[in-house]
Nanobody
Framework: QVQLVESGGGLVQAGGSLRLSCAAS????????VGWFRQAPGKEREFVAG????????SYLDSVKGRFTISRDNAKNTVTLQMNSLKPEDTAVYYCAAGWAVFTTPADYRYWGQGTQVKVTA
């Protein structure tokens, strides 16, 4: 069993930065890949970034490449999403999720956090 808690969301102006954290409980966290997803009002939940168990590989949504960076520290049971050069279209609730591999489909993840709100103003 893994429990995930996101933090770090907030209100920021366009061009600003935020650092989201996903804190996990459970000794098996390092055996899971982690993905960050986001969901804007009226839209489907979309994959933003993912990282494999040992952080050997990462993947990103095209629109965030070069702006967002995902990393993990298995010793601290945390995964971080550094978001730079934020745009109003990045506004959404951001979720972290744990699964067996990095998938882009939400249904393929077993554990989810409660989400953290990110709002970017123009």
């Amino acid at each position: 069993q893994v429990q995930l808690v996101e933090s770090g969301g907030g209100l920021v102006q366009a061009g600003g930065s935020l650092r989201l954290s996903c804190a996990a409980s459970g000794r098996t966290f390092s055996t899971y890949a982690v993905g960050w997803f986001r969901q804007a009002p009226g839209k489907e939940r979309e994959f933003v970034a993912g990282i494999t168990r040992t952080a050997g590989n990462t993947s990103y949504l095209d629109s965030v490449k070069g702006r967002f960076t995902i990393s993990r520290d298995n010793a601290k049971n945390t995964v971080t999403l550094q978001m730079n050069s934020l745009k109003p279209e990045d506004t959404a609730v951001y979720y972290c999720a744990a699964g067996w591999a990095v998938f882009t489909t939400p249904a393929d993840y077993r554990y989810w956090g409660q989400g953290t709100q990110v709002k970017v103003t123009a």
